[in-house]
């Protein structure tokens, strides 16, 4: 098998004292659906942080391509869908602005956008179906719409890794169809997928690979494999979520 895309090995990461991760030990592989599961507090969000470099380690080690998570640079190949942008409905933000913004990283702020950069906004914007709604303010879509956004806001750069946090959440069965679809297509594509979320009702199909965790306080890891989750390990949680990232990106106005 090819070298892991995510290797972790004899994790811990602790808060105050107390354990949220122990003894995570993991290999994600490219073409992956993966969906972290969970009940409120099982480290969900806590091992996501960390895949991403946003959250110190206590113990263990995590390499991403082979590369040790604290030296890997090369961040463009992950991609982050978040539920929402913090922010978006206070700043009158474009839907084109919102998609371009994602290929803005600090060395390149200031520089225009290429065209390579321009045609691939404007193909994922046709993948999710608002190509016609580019100009129009964020905000003015519907939940289900911008959480479409979001997904091609993550396609238009381009990346391998898509890491989405509950991208079902709140929307309606129409707006859930059509996200669901769009999943599809990109595990089509061969994306790995990584999705933290609460249930995989709408998704279980997708899944190739679901991890609960919160096992005990020893071991974190309660399942790892394909669905169906045993029993012992399902959890239906509708309660608080930890978001991933609590702040919004920078965008940058440009018309295409």
Do not use: C, Y
């Given at each position: 098998m090819n070298q892991p895309i995510v290797s972790i090995e004899r994790l811990c990461v602790e808060f105050d004292g107390e354990h949220v991760l122990e003894d995570v030990t993991l290999?994600?592989?490219?073409?992956?659906?993966?969906?972290?599961?969970?009940?409120?507090?099982?480290?969900?969000?806590?091992?996501?942080?960390?895949?991403?470099?946003?959250?110190?380690?206590?113990?263990?080690?995590?390499?991403?391509?082979?590369?040790?998570?604290?030296?890997?640079?090369?961040?463009?190949?992950?991609?982050?869908?978040?539920?929402?942008?913090?922010g978006a409905s206070s700043i009158p933000v474009s839907v084109w602005e919102t998609v371009m913004s994602g290929n803005i990283r600090p060395r390149n702020r200031w520089r225009p956008f290429s065209r390579s950069e321009k045609q691939a906004a404007t193909a994922a914007l046709t993948a999710v179906d608002l190509l016609n709604r580019r100009h129009d303010r964020l905000d003015t879509l519907s939940g289900g719409q911008q959480r479409r956004v979001l997904v091609a806001r993550s396609l238009a750069t381009n990346a391998d890794v898509l890491v989405m946090d509950e991208p079902t959440a709140g929307l309606d069965s129409a707006n859930v169809a059509s996200l669901i679809a769009l999943l599809d297509s990109i595990k089509a594509d061969g994306k790995t997928i990584?999705?933290?979320?609460?249930?995989?009702?709408?998704?279980?199909?997708?899944?190739?690979?679901?991890?609960?965790?919160?096992?005990?306080?020893?071991?974190?890891?309660?399942?790892?494999?394909?669905?169906?989750?045993?029993?012992?390990?399902?959890?239906?949680?509708?309660h608080?979520?930890?978001?991933?990232?609590?702040?919004?990106?920078?965008?940058?106005?440009?018309?295409?």
């Open positions: 290999d994600f592989h490219a073409g992956e659906f993966i969906a972290l599961l969970g009940p409120n507090g099982s480290g969900k969000t806590t091992l996501v942080r960390t895949i991403l470099g946003l959250q110190q380690i206590d113990h263990g080690k995590v390499s991403l391509f082979g590369i040790p998570v604290r030296r890997f640079k090369d961040w463009q190949r992950f991609a982050l869908v978040p539920q929402r942008l913090p990584i999705i933290v979320t609460h249930e995989l009702d709408d998704i279980e199909h997708l899944v190739t690979r679901a991890i609960v965790l919160g096992a005990s306080k020893h071991h974190s890891v309660g399942f790892d494999g394909p669905p169906p989750v045993p029993n012992a390990f399902a959890h239906d949680h509708h608080h979520h930890d978001a991933i990232i609590d702040q919004a990106p920078p965008v940058v106005g440009m018309q295409p």
